[in-house]
């Protein structure tokens, strides 16, 4: 992998959670970019590149929430883990919900990694101190 | 011929030695006891002395069978014989009684020296005494069985009455043990009842059998003969036109060949046991949505209070120069406030859970769970939470009782007024209870609220005086707990300090049942 910025595509309804994610790599000094999208749809969208939407650039991850309108966290992994070019896609959850039956949905879906918003620490330092490991570390598709 | 010595008993064999010795004189004394009443004389006038020695051949042989080879069978048989027949011509007991102990006499004299008059004369009084006592029994004997007979009917007459008017069917079944047949002999008007109902049946006693046998309860009748224990089976409608009634059948063998059988209706008891399940199922389903309800709602609402924290500490991070000290104060009141509410949240979803199962029942070391509770509610360090009495050992759901536990020792230390405190938690048992309380050493509550504490968001002090928040639903749910298991929750407090004590079921059965 050339040493190109990871893209961050945030998948997040919830206004202040996405202001959370933007101000914590600032305070953190992270350069890459963060791309939002508000539901499932719309991250698919952005992804492909449709309905005028400029595709995402790889590199790229993914921070996926699992409460949003429209298309939620699961559904929308379902569908990504079926398409033929983004089957691959590296998927961290980032929610609230600390409930039995989406952790395990999402490990039966190969997410990296499940995060609760509670626990990755005040200003989300503990999510930003792993991303940067991450990206500095592991090989990307 | 020398007599026996007195302190050995006679064998069978050597009393019929001595009676056949003294034969002759044995039957003639048996004469002359009978020729001294009226009846027997004239018995004995009528026959003729070929007929009477043939009588007395006959006597001798049964008695020689008895006597020396043991076969009681006949003698006894012709004994009771003669007691019936003499019953019938009317003779009383005690006029036949000296005719059967005339053989006395003679054998006693075999036995004892001619010479020996103060043996005699002693045997001589002990035998009148004997006499008498056996004659007065024996009267007694045969009147009595009459009133015992009359009693015994009586009873039985009673008894027949009460199966007859009982709603309950019953049967008395008799199978034939050569080829198998069933009979009824009885049936009382409920069991008759029910051949009325079938489609053929007339509701006589003679269709009992045919009703029976079409519904395979012949068979149970046979299995309890054969296992000699009570069957017991269901009995649906067995055949097109039958009532759509169900009943509970129990046979239960009487002897080796009679078998009762009682039918009970239970067809109203099974409606209302199926209704029961459904309403059970009914609840379930609305607890497990009430609880999905509860669960989401908290978390739904609680989703803006973490916006609002977010915003308050960015706005205070980015401006914190300029801020003047008031509006920094109130950003810091905004964001106690959102803890207090997220709080207020976690305590209403515990008070709406409260009053459930709160799982299955477990062993509870009751210090145990005290000491998990002081651990998870880390008193500050200058605090002390004591035990004091037994611990009792509680089967129990641990949910619900840790809940209570943490809120009262909460309570305690939340509301203290010094830097130090000292809590006691102590349990008695009482019967099937546990009498649990909580004394801590703090201000205490003044008794004009003592009532009041109990109700729902009561708080004494304005919250911002009490360190640590408190919802004002501790006690309320506390007071839910207990009293949704049928116990009592009060408060003690007499100037200073105060003790909370409440019941709690033990769940632990009878020693003797858990010993089984």
Not at chain 1, 55 to 70: G, H
Not at chain 1, 110 to 121: C, F, H, L, R, T
Not at chain 2, 67 to 92: F, K, N, S, T
Not at chain 2, 107 to 112: A, K, R, S
Request: charged content about 25%; proline content about 5%.
């Amino acid at each position: 992998m050339s040493g190109s910025l990871v893209h961050v595509l945030l998948v997040e309804d919830n206004a202040v959670d996405q202001e959370a994610v933007r101000r914590a790599f600032e305070r953190h000094r992270i350069a890459n970019p963060i791309h939002v999208a508000n539901d499932g749809v719309d991250a698919l969208e952005c992804l492909r590149g449709a309905a005028g939407r400029a595709q995402l650039p790889r590199p790229y991850l993914i921070l996926l929430d699992l409460n949003m309108p429209r298309l939620g966290g699961i559904d929308m992994l379902r569908r990504l883990r079926a398409d033929p070019v983004l089957h691959d896609s590296i998927v961290f959850i980032l929610t609230t919900s600390r409930r039995d039956e989406d952790i395990v949905a999402s490990y039966d879906l190969n997410v990296a990694g499940y995060m609760v918003k509670s626990e990755v620490g005040a200003e989300f330092t503990r999510l930003t101190r792993l991303l940067d490991h991450y990206w500095g570390v592991v090989q990307f598709p | 011929m020398a007599p026996t010595d007195n302190c050995q008993p006679l064998t069978l064999r050597q009393f019929w030695d001595r009676l056949e010795r003294r034969r002759e004189e044995v039957d003639a004394a048996v004469v002359e006891a009978a020729g001294r009443s009226s009846v027997f004389a004239e018995i004995l006038a009528s026959m003729d002395d070929e007929t009477r020695q043939q009588q007395q051949t006959h006597a001798r042989a049964l008695q020689r069978e008895a006597l020396v080879e043991g076969h009681w069978d006949r003698y006894l048989e012709d004994l009771r014989g003669q007691g019936a027949r003499y019953a019938q011509l009317g003779i009383p007991f005690h006029e036949w009684f000296p005719i059967v102990s005339a053989f006395r006499p003679p054998i006693i004299d075999d036995l004892l020296p001619r010479k020996d008059t103060t043996a005699r004369g002693v045997l001589d009084g002990l035998n009148a005494f004997v006499d008498g006592a056996m004659a007065e029994i024996g009267a007694a004997y045969v009147d009595k069985k009459e009133q015992m007979l009359r009693d015994a009917q009586g009873r039985l007459q009673r008894y027949i009455d009460l199966v007859a008017a009982a709603p309950l069917a019953q049967v008395v079944v008799e199978i034939h043990a050569d080829d198998g047949t069933l009979r009824t002999p009885v049936a009382n008007p409920a069991a008759l009842q029910l051949t009325a109902a079938a489609p053929t049946g007339t509701g006589e006693l003679a269709d009992m059998a045919t009703w029976l046998l079409e519904r395979g309860v012949a068979d149970e009748c046979r299995r309890a003969l054969s296992a000699g224990a009570l069957q017991r089976s269901t009995l649906g409608p067995a055949l097109p036109g039958d009532d759509e009634r169900h009943f509970d059948v129990r046979c239960f063998p009487l002897d080796d060949r009679h078998v009762a059988v009682t039918l009970e209706d239970v067809t109203d008891r099974r409606a209302l046991q199926a209704r029961v399940a459904a309403h059970i199922r009914d609840l379930e389903r609305s607890n497990r949505e009430l609880d999905e309800f509860a669960y989401v709602t908290s978390h739904d609402l609680k989703a803006p209070l973490q916006d609002i924290r977010n915003l308050a500490r960015w706005v205070s991070q980015d401006i914190a120069d300029i801020l003047p000290d008031d509006s920094s104060r109130h950003l810091a009141l905004l964001v106690d406030r959102v803890d207090r509410m997220e709080q207020l949240l976690d305590d209403l979803l515990d008070y709406s859970r409260v009053g459930r199962s709160g799982g299955a029942p477990s062993q509870v070391r009751f210090w145990d769970l005290v000491d998990e509770v002081v651990a998870y509610v880390q008193p500050p360090p200058q605090f002390e939470v004591r035990h004091d009495g037994v611990s009792p050992v509680l089967k129990c759901p641990r949910p619900p009782l840790e809940k209570v536990l943490r809120n009262l020792i909460q309570n305690a230390i939340r509301h203290h007024d010094r830097s130090q405190g000292l809590i006691i938690v102590s349990a008695t048992e009482v019967g099937d209870r546990v009498r649990i309380s909580v004394t801590d050493d703090g201000p205490g509550i003044p008794p004009e609220y003592a009532e009041r504490v109990f109700r729902m968001f009561q708080t004494l002090r304005p919250r911002d005086q009490v360190a640590g928040g408190g919802s004002g639903i501790g006690l309320a749910l506390v007071k839910k707990a207990v009293e949704s298991l049928g116990g009592e929750v009060g408060l003690r407090s007499n100037g200073r300090g105060t003790t909370v004590c409440f019941t709690w079921p033990k769940g632990v059965r009878d020693s003797m049942e858990a010993a089984s």
